[in-house]
């Protein structure tokens, strides 16, 4: 599969996404049909030339840095997919394609910027414990992310009494938003402790250390403290609607700016660059 597959690809989401935007603007049902489909085509897609490129190379795929950012992707429509089948909403379908267009547009680009590999040394464990459950908790953000965003804007909208545009008749209710929250923060926190758990232990075979003071892990460290006390915030505490939902945005720009930011543009052991 070559680049013009991964062109046609990103074609697909940026359709869908369009659609997604379109039908809920204009209130439109069938604009909205359009959409899944062209999600659902581009997820099967997407798991083609996943399968093909990298499983059929493996190890050495995951070496590969661009390859994190097509799994991310992946991984965010597919936890997303799940929920949705479970939960019937379909703003989780509608933030599923822009984030998969925005994490699959990052694997092109860098794959023409980044000719750099990973170190191989126990690659195994490093994948399977830090990359993925550091990713499932960024897909859970995301999720904690959009539904905060949508909460904050209809709970505006209602405080101040204003006319809501007509597509927000067809969103959930703030009760939804919430639980989509709190499901987002239970289930995520638990994988980025994880995540930064088997970091360390990382860094202890590839460094001889387990904090090196690296600008990563500072930021790393700090977002795990914000995401503790939301946890904690959450389940001990009970907390609901606005202050989880500006804490959960905060959390996931955060993360995302250590996820490009960081990774491309300071000097650190996880830089993205050879």
């Excluded at 977002?223 to 609607?241: D, E, P, S, T, V």
């Amino acid at each position: 599969m070559n680049l013009n597959f991964s062109i046609f690809i990103i074609l697909i989401y940026l359709l869908s996404t369009l659609l997604g935007f379109a039908s809920y603007l204009k209130n439109n049902t069938s604009l909205q049909k359009v959409s899944k489909i062209f999600l659902g085509l581009g997820f099967f897609l997407h798991t083609a030339e996943l399968s093909w490129r990298y499983l059929l190379h493996f190890p050495q795929s995951l070496n590969i840095v661009p390859f994190y950012f097509s799994l991310l992707a992946w991984i965010i429509i597919f936890l997303l997919l799940l929920i949705f089948l479970r939960l019937k909403i379909n703003f989780l379908l509608f933030l599923a394609s822009p984030l998969a267009l925005l994490f699959y547009m990052s694997h092109l680009l860098l794959s023409f910027k980044l000719k750099g590999v990973l170190p191989a040394k126990g690659v195994a464990l490093w994948f399977g414990l830090h990359i993925v459950s550091l990713f499932l908790s960024f897909a859970f953000l995301a999720l904690a992310f959009g539904s905060g965003l949508i909460y904050l804007y209809l709970e505006k909208k209602i405080k101040t009494k204003s006319k809501l545009p007509s597509f927000s008749k067809d969103l959930p209710s703030l009760t939804t938003f919430d639980r989509l929250n709190h499901l987002a923060v239970v289930c995520g926190f638990p994988l980025f402790s994880l995540g930064v758990f088997t970091g360390f232990i990382w860094a202890i075979f590839s460094w001889k250390s387990f904090f090196t003071w690296d600008p990563k892990e500072i930021v790393a460290l700090f977002i795990w403290i914000l995401y503790a006390y939301l946890f904690h915030q959450r389940l001990a505490l009970g907390w609901k609607g606005k202050k989880p939902a500006k804490m959960a945005i905060f959390l996931f720009i955060l993360s995302l700016i250590s996820l490009m930011g960081i990774n491309l543009l300071m000097p650190t052991h996880h830089s993205f660059r050879p």
